[in-house]
C-alpha cells in the first residue's frame, strides 16, 4: 500500500523556520516527481513547489519563490520543504503528493491529478 507521511509541522513565530519532511513507502518514488501544497481555511489547495526524480529541477510557485526550497533523498524516499521567513499568511495544512499527471500542466498553473497524497501536518505562524 502506497503511504506518504507527512511530518515537522508545528507552530512557530513570524520570520522564524521550519522543515517539513514526506516519507514515501509501499513503492519507490525515485523515479516520480514529487511535490507540496497547502490548504488554508476557507481556500482552495495551492502548488507550492515540485521537484523531478534526479532532484536536479525544482520549481516554485511565485509566493514561496526565495523562501522555501524542496529537495529529496531518494536513497531513503524522502522529500523536504525547508521553509524560511515565515509569516502570518503561511498557515496552512501542508500536503505532500507525488506521481502527477501532467508536471507541466501543474508548473503553467492548471491543477493536475496527484496520484499520491499525504494526511497533511498543520503549521501556524503566530504574528
Known amino acids: 500500500q502506497v503511504q506518504l507521511v507527512e511530518s515537522g509541522g508545528g507552530l512557530v513565530p513570524a520570520g522564524g523556520s521550519l522543515r517539513l519532511s514526506c516519507a514515501a513507502s509501499?513503492?519507490?518514488?525515485?523515479?516520480?516527481?514529487m511535490g507540496w501544497f497547502r490548504q488554508a481555511p476557507g481556500k482552495e489547495r495551492e502548488f507550492l513547489a515540485a521537484?523531478?526524480?534526479?532532484?536536479?529541477?525544482?520549481y516554485y510557485a511565485d509566493s514561496v519563490k526565495g523562501r522555501f526550497t524542496i529537495s529529496r533523498d531518494n536513497a531513503i524516499n524522502t522529500v523536504y520543504l525547508q521553509m524560511n521567513s515565515l509569516n502570518a499568511g503561511d498557515t496552512a495544512v501542508y500536503y505532500c503528493?507525488?506521481?502527477?499527471?501532467?508536471?507541466?500542466?501543474?508548473?503553467?498553473?492548471?491543477?493536475?491529478?496527484?496520484?499520491?497524497w499525504g494526511q497533511g501536518t498543520q503549521v501556524t505562524v503566530s504574528s
Open positions: 509501499g513503492r519507490t518514488f525515485r523515479s516520480v516527481p
Open positions: 521537484i523531478r526524480w534526479s532532484g536536479g529541477n525544482t
Open positions: 503528493a507525488g506521481d502527477p499527471l501532467d508536471l507541466f500542466a501543474q508548473l503553467m498553473g492548471r491543477m493536475t491529478r496527484w496520484n499520491y
